[in-house]
């Protein structure tokens, strides 16, 4: 008997697959060196939804992004095969943010659902980039409204610290899970999400578990490269925080255990890496980036797996050997000054032309 994909339970109607196929990586600006092959990438994931990986992560920043899933939605409409749960964010600008009302919500919302070609959004996970910003708590609130309207399934949250998921919460927002980096290099959720999110119900939804490839075969045994040389933002992300806790030698002891864990296992580095987070009480999933088909099959070998409990044990023992990216989840990013900021785009959504 072919075993089913875990899932987990978010709502009483809704529930998501443990792995989420991401779409950052295919956004437009967001690979340095090369161009996508976005065939191939339609290609990928199709597939991963024939083969019952049925939910999509996007947002309404990811260039080009909710308009790549909106031509799968069609296409498999025409056909009549199953569509894809789409995950979607809704991230205001930096600029924008004190002046965010009804009106700009709905049209970032109605864009969203016209760009994906659907009546209803299964997820928005919202993102406000600077919490002095007033207006943070009634704009979550107008996501409340346009949810009672229909248009909106789940209101969540992404890269929120617990002390701002803890002010929505308590103002009676429904959030369903945050979604933030977590992974055997981050582990910050676990300073004091894991906690709040156990005490409250809000599920977490990890990114970075892969750390946008480093967590990989390909990189056991090479040397550190340079920041410049590296080919898209995720790679440069990723670098430095491994450069905050690892380091590049602490880095490549934690591969090669892994590498020794997938001799016995028959998975990959990166299936384990997930693996890993994806085994966390508090973790509903992780979103694991998809760029073309050859991500399919490494996909697919998770199916039924699981992180051994002994070598997680052992893991974790290895892992306090090191320290941790300095605050609370995404509060490096927004640091003024910290090399992490600097990589983040905060103006991506033209408010005047709605492009």
């Not at 107008?142 to 992404?158: A, H, W």
Request: hydrophobic share 40%.
């Amino acid at each position: 008997m072919t075993p089913s994909i875990a899932r987990t339970q978010l709502t009483a109607d809704y529930s998501i697959p443990k792995i989420i196929n991401g779409g950052w990586q295919l956004a437009t600006g967001h690979a340095l060196a090369h161009a996508l092959d976005m065939k191939d990438a339609h290609n990928a994931f199709a597939e991963l939804l024939d083969r019952g990986f049925d939910t999509f992560d996007c947002a309404d920043i990811y260039t080009g992004v909710e308009a790549f899933y909106g031509q799968i939605i069609a296409e498999r409409r025409r056909a009549g095969l199953s569509l894809p749960q789409i995950h979607t964010k809704f991230v205001p600008d930096l600029k924008d943010l004190a002046h965010v009302d009804r009106t700009y919500v709905e049209r970032v919302i109605e864009r969203s659902l016209s760009r994906l070609g659907v009546e209803r959004l299964d997820m928005v996970q919202f993102h406000w980039w600077d919490y002095d910003v007033p207006g943070m708590i009634d704009t979550a609130g107008e996501l409340m409204r346009l949810q009672e309207k229909g248009l909106i399934r789940c209101i969540s949250t992404t890269n929120f610290n617990t002390a701002n998921l803890k002010k929505l919460v308590d103002a009676g927002i429904p959030v369903v899970t945050n979604q933030c980096q977590y992974s055997l290099l981050d582990r910050r959720p676990e300073k004091a999400m894991t906690d709040f999110c156990r005490r409250s119900g809000v599920k977490l939804i990890a990114y970075g578990t892969v750390a946008g490839g480093f967590l990989s075969d390909k990189w056991l045994g090479k040397p550190e490269p340079d920041l410049q040389s590296l080919e898209n933002r995720s790679l440069v992300k990723y670098l430095l925080v491994i450069e905050d806790t690892l380091g590049w030698a602490g880095y490549q002891k934690l591969l090669e255990r892994l590498a020794a864990l997938g001799k016995s296992t028959g998975l990959s580095i990166a299936g384990l890496s997930s693996l890993y987070t994806i085994g966390k009480p508090e973790a509903a999933a992780a979103v694991v980036g998809t760029r073309n088909s050859r991500h399919v099959a490494d996909t697919c070998r998770l199916i039924g797996k699981t992180f051994p409990e002994d070598a997680r044990r052992e893991m974790d023992e290895f892992l306090k050997l090191f320290p941790q990216i300095e605050g609370d989840c995404f509060d490096i990013e927004r640091q003024p000054g910290s090399r992490h900021i600097a990589i983040m785009r905060m103006n991506l959504v033209d408010s005047t032309t709605g492009k």
